[in-house]
């Protein structure tokens, strides 16, 4: 199956610094998306972005579908920025997501 | 919009019980809803897919006759975990595909349910 790898595996960021988080992924895609899991265990929609480039905020995403990655980008980071950061992948005629090993970020005041 | 609940958010149970695990979508109609699992500090596994109306499909490894998944409308679908043991303590979290209107193929969690097996 698909091999979805992300990096780093842990962050730790002062309050107010610019981080920049990697995906990538082993075989062509038709969805990808990438989530925020809070300390309670919700996980977050933050974008549905199998390519291009999107802003929400402070965040924003970039996926390059030809070379099989894609980037998050957090700007200005605040300490409800903490969690975990995960992608997820769908191939092409299929539904089901395959999930990375998530990026664990600790935004300290 | 696209809001999933999940009930109950939390259970303890003896070994050897049944546990029901509801997931409903909200404001939206699901043709196909999704029930992981996830442990301490890894990431999400899926376990099986639901298609309302017809039967689950499950993942390599994942037992059907232990998770029997039940999708019987486009709203709700429901995990019991039967015969529940200590090793199946586990954090389950269930998602909903959007059929249409919004971005397909998108998928949104419900909150999870956090199960305790003593």
Known sequence: GIQVEQSPPDLILQ????????????????????????????LINLFYIPSGTKQNGRLSATTVATERYS????????????????????????????????????VKP | GAVVSQHPSWVICKSGTSVKIECRSLDFQATTMFWYRQFPKQSLMLMATSNEGSKATYEQGVEKDK?????????????????????????????ASVTSGRAPKTQYFGPGTRLLVL
């Open chain 1, 71 to 106: 980037l998050l980008y957090i700007s200005s980071s605040q300490t409800t920025d903490s969690g975990v950061y995960f992608c997820a992948v769908n191939k092409a005629a299929g539904n089901k997501l395959t999930f990375g090993g998530g990026t664990r970020v600790l």
């Open chain 1, 15 to 42: 309050e107010g610094a610019n981080s920049t988080l990697r995906c990538n992924f082993s075989d062509s895609v038709n969805n990808l998306q990438w989530f925020h899991q809070n300390p309670w265990g919700q």
């Open chain 2, 67 to 95: 998770f029997l998944i039940n999708h019987a409308s486009l709203t709700l679908s429901t995990l019991t975990v039967t015969s529940a043991h200590p090793e199946d303590s586990s954090f389950y979290i269930c998602s």
